[in-house]
């Protein structure tokens, strides 16, 4: 960084690093969810909302429909990466994104096999976020997609699958990888980010232009995804409480501001607190903060003649659930 203005301004090069194989983390390829060890269906395979999701998703690519998924972090940090894969390869999913923290969990996994560190004992040492590679490689790979016009997630796909960013790096789990199955498959795997959000941000290779540069890059992707919705389509959120709802609301309003309106869209939204549908329209109630059940299941889809669902419980089981439903009626 380069800050001339007239105000203190941190110096990231004093920032000390371990390197990332030091680090004691909570999930590992143990804890991974493989699509074809779901001998037993869920007991919510049965779910009445589930399989509306399931019918949807399995209507809708067949006929020239998309299907736009957004996962927050912690489905990844759940060992659900391998689910959403085979989703992809199977065409099921049209256009995947996430956040940062996605990015983050989906690349360390990649790299080592492990990710999620444990924040409470890191902190006080200033550990947390601190290790090397993370920041150091997607850092400089940012720095190189953007010079090239590259979005994030393509960015680091590229460099999960072997191609330097600008370095050649090996990723010994890169079959693991949401970002890799993305430049592998050509299916658009785009990253929405913020500055300070993410734990790259804490690294000396920061660069702050880039990163902003290559998330700029993939909302324009995204964007361009929502105008391909003017016959229906199915939105799926996976508990990304705000990004995921703002990156949309936007984008649906670019593409109607431009004369492509997502017509008729269904839209489901999934995490694991109760909601109180009614408090939608209630500014003294708490739930009506709620960002996701707000925007994805209410205002979005009753903007454009669609109808949105709100699918509650744990990840663990409404992703598999959701998946062997696909798999029963497909």
């Keep these: 960084m380069n800050y001339r203005g007239s105000f203190d301004c941190f110096d990231f090069s004093k920032i000390k690093t371990f390197p990332l194989a030091e680090r004691k983390n909570k999930v590992t390829l143990a804890d991974l969810v493989e699509p074809d060890k779901l001998t ?51 065409g099921l999913i049209s256009h995947l994104a996430g956040n940062g923290a996605t990015a983050i969990h989906d690349f360390e996994l990649a790299l080592i096999g492990q990710t999620s560190e444990n ?22 790979a940012l720095t190189e997609g953007a010079k090239r016009g590259l979005g994030f997630g393509e960015s680091l796909g590229r460099l999960i699958l072997g191609e330097p960013m600008p370095e050649r790096v090996e990723f010994k789990h890169a079959d693991k990888s949401i970002l890799a199955a993305g430049v592998r498959l050509k299916i658009p795997v785009t990253i929405h980010a913020g500055i300070g959000t993410d734990i790259i941000d ?37 508990g990304s409480a705000v990004t995921g709802p703002e990156v949309l609301l936007k984008a649906v309003s670019m593409a109607a501001n431009i004369g492509k309106p997502p017509a008729g869209i269904t839209a489901f939204d999934f995490d694991l607190r109760p909601v109180e549908q009614a408090d939608v329209n209630d500014e003294s109630k708490p ?44």
Excluded: W
């Design 40 to 90: 037993t269906p869920p007991a919510l395979v049965r779910d009445v909302m589930i399989d509306a999701a399931a019918r949807a998703i399995v209507y809708a690519r067949p006929n020239g429909r998309q299907v736009l998924a957004f996962i927050g972090a912690h489905p990844v940090k759940l060992g659900l990466s391998p689910i959403i894969i085979r989703m992809m390869e199977l």
């Design 119 to 140: 924040v409470p004992n890191a902190l006080p040492e200033g550990k947390f976020g601190m290790a090397d590679e993370t920041g150091r490689l997607i850092n400089r």
């Design 202 to 238: 804490q690294h000396p290779d920061f660069d702050g232009a880039a990163k902003g540069a290559a998330s700029g890059f993939d909302f324009g992707i995204y964007a361009a995804t929502i105008c391909k919705f003017t016959h229906g389509g199915v939105i799926l959120n996976f």
């Design 287 to 330: 739930t009506y903060y709620f960002r996701d059940n707000k925007s994805i299941v209410n205002r979005i889809p009753a903007a454009f003649a669609g109808h949105g669902y709100y699918i509650e419980g744990d990840f663990r089981e409404t992703l598999p659930a959701l998946y062997v439903k696909i798999m029963e009626i497909s």
